[in-house]
């Protein structure tokens, strides 16, 4: 684990004892389920960066899709 940081979350009662019960049933503590929890939510919610390739050959031109055949010319790809 990485460099923690101590924080504080309100619980509801119920899901509190819950969240006991179930770390005394697995061997572990409340305190490692929450983190574990924690870390998967952000792994399956945090946005994802966008490479930082796209948008580099932008031409400022609109209409470079519908001239490719033109704008590449006749001997491309031969």
């Known amino acids: 684990m990485s460099e923690a940081t101590k924080t504080t979350v309100y619980l509801d009662a119920d899901d509190y004892r819950r969240l006991k019960a179930l770390a005394r049933a697995q061997g572990g503590t409340a305190a490692e389920l929450v983190r ?3 870390a998967e939510y ?3 919610h945090a946005p994802t ?3 930082a390739s796209i948008g580099v050959g932008r031409s400022g031109r609109g209409d470079v899709s ?3 055949e033109e704008l590449l010319g006749d001997d491309f790809g031969r």
Do not use: T, Y
Request: proline share 8%; aromatic share 0%; glycine share 0%.
């Open 49 to 51: 960066a966008a490479p």
């Open 36 to 38: 574990e929890a924690v």
């Open 42 to 44: 952000v792994r399956h």
């Open 66 to 68: 519908a001239r490719s």
